[in-house]
């Protein structure tokens, strides 16, 4: 149980071009889901965090109109990296929770993006 | 600053050994405790959380919790060289939906 399907697994485009990654939970209800980004060999770093049917809470220094999420089920998210550039090449990993604050975040299997 | 803090190694134990994963949080408030595996270029995979004060077994992974001390740790019996990889402790963040990542321990199992 507690799958977590993302979709694609790589991305290579060019500058400028937008990007859209999916995230699915296939076999529970996912009220929240969260959006991260990591560097090679650097920690897990919290982009935002959605819950369905509201809007994301970014964090400090996340620009929401660069990176736009929008939660519009309990199975699915997505994260839009608009007019992407070579900086914002990185492995994208999201990951999604139940009802319950308590309950762990089960994660897909990332996307990693690289912009030429 | 609420953080988590784990030695990030490599941690070096022969195949066969228990191998020992030690992580410590600041939040005294916190409830929920997790630990994740990481391998090089994939995405952290849930391996065991914890609720309460004690321990918790699951097949060769036991995770081992003191409140009191703000102390969470992970053991890992029988270790073998598929279980190289990086651990990653993470802790609720109180009153918010987030946990907070140490940054890792590298562990290495060799044959």
């Known amino acids: 149980g507690a799958v977590v399907s993302q979709h694609p697994s790589w991305v290579i485009c060019k500058s400028g071009t937008s990007v859209k990654i999916e995230c699915r939970s296939l076999?529970?209800?996912?009220?929240?889901m969260f959006w991260y980004r990591q560097f090679p060999k650097q920690s897990l770093m919290l982009m935002a965090t959605s819950n369905e049917g509201s809007k994301a809470t970014y964090e400090q220094g996340v620009e929401k109109d660069k990176f736009l999420i929008n939660h519009a089920s309990l199975t699915l998210s997505t994260l839009t990296v608009t007019s992407a550039h070579p900086e914002d090449s990185s492995f994208y990993i999201c990951?999604?929770?139940?009802?319950?604050?308590?309950?762990?975040?089960?994660f897909g299997d990332g996307t990693r993006l690289s912009i030429l | 600053q609420k953080e988590v803090e784990q030695n990030s190694g490599p941690l070096s134990v022969p195949e066969g050994a228990i191998a020992s994963l030690n992580c410590t949080y600041s939040?005294?408030?916190?409830?929920?405790f997790f630990w994740y595996r990481q391998y090089s270029g994939k995405s952290p995979e849930l391996i065991m959380f914890i609720y309460s004060n004690g321990d918790k077994e699951d097949g060769r992974f036991t995770a081992q919790l003191n409140k009191a001390s703000q102390y969470v740790s992970l053991l890992i019996r029988d270790s073998q060289p598929s279980d190289s990889a990086t651990y990653l402790c993470?802790?609720?963040?109180?009153?918010?939906?987030?946990?907070?990542f140490g940054t890792g321990t590298r562990l290495q199992v060799f044959p």
């Open positions: 993470a802790v609720n963040e109180v009153n918010t939906d987030k946990l907070i």
């Open positions: 939040d005294r408030g916190s409830q929920s």
């Open positions: 990951s999604a929770r139940g009802t319950n604050s308590n309950q762990p975040q089960h």
């Open positions: 076999d529970f209800q996912a009220t929240t």
